[in-house]
């Protein structure tokens, strides 16, 4: 018997061929134009990529060099003793007498503009020198100690008294003003009161000998212009607030000791304000100065007697 399904199913057979090998073209076709377009994206990514990865590269050594700077920072910071260890190779100084003082300046902002113009200060008593109508008798020359003194004690600077102090000054600026501030008021005597402030370094590291010379240096201009020198010695401290850290105590006696020796060598009085000042530590009696560096009022009233001797005739 003849099978009549045969050609039918042999046509379905081919159709269901037909209809798999076009959608097998059609989905390789699909696939190509996809391969294709992914072929053509990944391009356009790669060109992208290649100047984003020179990129990250710069970026990567910039912050590894960063990285590196903040985990030293840290080390640093987490761990106190490695500062000190680093820092002990210099002990700190305790004052500003060193054996080296070149270093470069660091001028404070806000002197700098006086550091420019005029370091001595000279036009602080300027105006005041040339309003003198009596003559002067004595001009006390110094520092915020001697400034201070003249609301301290103001019956001391009467009858031809003058006070001429500076509050920071170093025995440099002092020197530097000592004619115009001294000499051409010509008075009989002139009281010296100079050193706090180079031993605290007010203008920088300086030495013992530096000191030294700007006290031989204004004692012989007065002498040569036949002015009478009263040269005090510096008062005690055993510290100094705006120089933390500094001691200041055996260098003062040290210098007090050189100022004594140096004034009764050159026949000039000495006036000593140490020995009534001070504690046993070498620092400022307590109910003499409130804050351990100049006198208040009942420390001026202790150095009125030296201070007569000194500039009596």
Not at 167 to 190: A, K, M
Not at 215 to 243: E, G, N, T, Y
Request: charged share 20%; proline share 6%; net charge neutral.
């Amino acid at each position: 018997m003849t099978n009549s399904l045969a050609p039918a199913k042999n046509s379905v057979q081919s159709s269901s061929s037909i209809a798999y090998i076009f959608r097998y073209k059609l989905s390789c076709q699909s696939i190509k134009a996809i391969v294709r377009d992914s072929v053509g994206v990944a391009t356009n990514i790669r060109n992208l990529w290649d100047p984003l990865e020179k990129a990250a590269a710069q970026m990567k050594q910039q912050t590894a060099s960063t990285l590196f700077a903040l985990a030293f920072l840290s080390v640093l910071m987490s761990a106190p003793s490695t500062v000190l260890a680093l820092s002990a190779a210099a002990a700190a100084p305790t004052t500003a007498m060193v054996s080296d003082p070149c270093l470069p300046p660091i001028p404070l902002p806000e002197v700098e503009e006086r550091v420019r113009s005029d370091w001595p200060n000279l036009c602080k008593y300027r105006s005041a020198n040339a309003a003198l109508t009596t003559p002067t008798k004595v001009v006390f020359i110094g520092d915020s100690i001697t400034e201070g003194w003249v609301t301290g004690d103001p019956k001391l600077f009467t009858d031809g008294v003058v006070g001429r102090g500076i509050s920071g000054q170093t025995s440099p600026q002092i020197l530097l003003r000592f004619f115009q501030d001294v000499i051409e008021l010509r008075p009989q005597i002139v009281h010296i009161m100079a050193g706090t402030n180079d031993i605290a370094g007010n203008t920088g590291p300086t030495t013992e000998q530096d000191f030294k010379n700007n006290i031989i240096a204004m004692v012989d201009l007065a002498r040569a212009h036949h002015i009478q020198v009263a040269l005090a010695s510096i008062l005690p401290a055993s510290s100094f607030s705006w120089k933390p850290g500094f001691r200041p105590a055996s260098t003062i006696r040290e210098l007090n000791s050189w100022l004594r020796s140096y004034a009764q060598k050159s026949h000039i009085r000495y006036v000593d304000y140490y020995a009534v000042l001070t504690d046993t530590q070498g620092g400022f009696k307590a109910e003499l100065s409130d804050d351990g560096v100049h006198p208040n009022r009942d420390g001026y009233a202790a150095m009125r007697e030296p201070a007569l001797r000194g500039i009596e005739k």
